[in-house]
């Protein structure tokens, strides 16, 4: 059962969540410190990759770092948010972050003489900038075990239906085997619910992630941007078996090799031509029917979210954001290794900041939380038609029909009533609106 009060609050336990908790609890020993998830096994995307392994990208010399930096605003191409305070702290920080991941006992590969193994990268396939982790549920139980060690309190079972910065930061936590919504009251609210692929019919995203975060967010009065920029890598239907579009036969020869140096989808990179051209044949399942079996593109990582300045700190006071539920660090198009990175980086940044807020004065209690409806037979029917036409309309920078299917989801928000589909749509509606 999670405690009324606590100093943080940290909703989500994957690779961000847990990395807040861990500054949080390392700046200030002793602090209240929950954390909220869906499970108690490893949940979340950061835990899902099928080769067990992820890669993080880290600059180690000024010289990487300026690769790094200009090969982002460049892959950019001028069109998605990009802080470049956030991307310099990115390139500055990784490092330190890295050594924390190694402290902490992650596994990253080794050279036979004990030294990193530095890896390309995707969207930089000549840089050689990422370092590989194998074994994820070993590195879930390297964060696990030493936050249990620091007092930290898990609270597995619960999903955030609300919540709220402000004068009286805090979550409305609904238990997952029924029951009573549960108010618990923070100094600071740390979101860490990762991003919202699951929302999609076709998706290559973990675990235990309803998808709903980025509407919880703006729920709450938080800026957002990029929602749009979503990454999407194709997959065969079924089985979900990664598909390399420059592999496909009827790929045009002169953006075949190029497009092999990256998994997901390019926006506005002339070899997105092999993506779209693959695109132009689906049907409205999502899915394209080739001769070597059928493929869909399934969407995977967020790069969108709700924007946030150089410690993590959302739009709205008392409420962080880090992992994939923040923007602003990557781009449209993100480089191989990035998002890990900015789990650690901006994680670590939402732990200290989280701890000053936690420090501040307790102003009281706010508004009574709002009862939420609840309506299954509603939600299942919403759920499915979003997943649908997301998948159908909301992939690779917006499909033919993308407008109207927009419009279909305003008015359905209009009279929606049930909490999960009320957020789920107000998440896929940003997806939609800023392609
Ligand atoms: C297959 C795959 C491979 C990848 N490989 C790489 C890679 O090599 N390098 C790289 O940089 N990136 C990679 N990514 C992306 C990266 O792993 C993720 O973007 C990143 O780990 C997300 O971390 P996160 O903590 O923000 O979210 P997540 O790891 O998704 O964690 C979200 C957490 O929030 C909880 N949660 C969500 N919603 C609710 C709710 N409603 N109620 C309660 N709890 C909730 C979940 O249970 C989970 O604990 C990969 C992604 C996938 C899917």
Redesign the pocket.
């Known amino acids: 059962m999670p405690p009324a009060r606590v100093d943080v609050l940290i909703?989500?336990?994957?690779?961000?969540?847990l990395r807040a908790a861990l500054s949080c609890l390392k700046a200030a020993p002793g602090l209240r410190v929950a954390v909220?998830?869906?499970?108690s096994i490893p949940?979340?995307?950061?835990?899902?990759?099928?080769n067990d392994a992820?890669?993080?990208?880290v600059c180690l010399n000024d010289s990487e770092r300026e690769q790094y930096v200009r090969e982002v605003q460049s892959l950019n191409r001028g069109q998605a948010f990009l802080d470049p305070r956030l991307l310099a702290i990115q390139a500055e920080e990784g490092e330190a972050r890295l050594a924390d991941l190694i402290e902490l006992g992650l596994p990253f590969e080794r050279d036979e003489r004990g030294g990193l193994v530095p890896r390309s990268s995707c969207f930089s396939p000549d840089s050689r900038r990422a370092y590989v982790f194998k074994g994820l549920e070993r590195a879930w139980g390297c964060f696990r075990s030493r936050l249990e060690a620091l007092g930290c309190l898990f609270v597995p079972g619960?999903?955030?239906i609300a919540i709220r910065g402000g004068t009286d930061p805090g979550a409305l936590l609904l238990p997952l085997g029924g029951g009573a919504a549960i108010p618990v009251r923070a100094g600071a609210v740390v979101v860490?619910?990762?991003?919202p692929a699951r929302l999609f019919r076709h998706t290559?995203?973990?675990p235990?992630?309803?998808g709903?975060?980025h509407g919880l967010l703006a729920s709450a009065g938080a800026d957002m941007a990029n929602c749009g920029y979503l990454q999407f890598m194709w997959g065969t239907v079924p089985g979900k078996r990664f598909f390399q579009p420059g592999d496909w036969s009827g790929a045009d020869p002169a953006l075949a090799a190029p497009r092999r140096g990256h998994c997901p989808f390019g926006y506005r990179l002339e070899d997105s031509a092999v993506d779209l051209a693959l695109a132009a044949m689906m049907e409205p399942d999502g899915t394209v029917p080739l001769e070597e079996g059928r493929v869909a593109p399934m969407a995977?990582?967020s790069n969108g979210g709700a924007v946030i300045d150089e410690w993590a700190q959302t739009s709205v006071p008392g409420l962080l954001a880090?992992?994939?539920?923040a923007t602003g660090m990557h781009g449209a198009n993100r480089i191989?290794?990035?998002?890990?990175?900015a789990?650690q980086v901006f994680g670590h940044r939402a732990g200290v900041r989280a701890v000053e807020l936690a420090h501040g004065e307790d102003c009281g209690r706010g508004p009574a939380w709002e009862a939420p409806v609840i309506d299954r037979r509603e939600r299942i029917e919403g759920l499915r038609w979003l997943a649908k036409g997301l998948s159908r309309f909301a992939v690779l920078g917006g499909r033919p029909g993308h407008q109207e299917f927009l419009r279909e989801l305003r008015a359905r928000l209009e009279t929606a009533r049930d909490w999960r589909l009320r957020l789920s749509l107000r998440t896929g509606e940003m997806v939609l609106d800023r392609l």
């Open positions: 909703l989500g336990g994957g690779l961000a969540g909220v998830s869906l499970a949940s979340g995307s950061s835990f899902a990759n099928r992820l890669g993080v990208h619960f999903q955030p860490a619910l990762g991003g290559m995203a973990g235990g992630v309803p709903y975060g995977h990582a880090c992992g994939e539920c191989g290794g990035g998002m890990v990175l789990t």
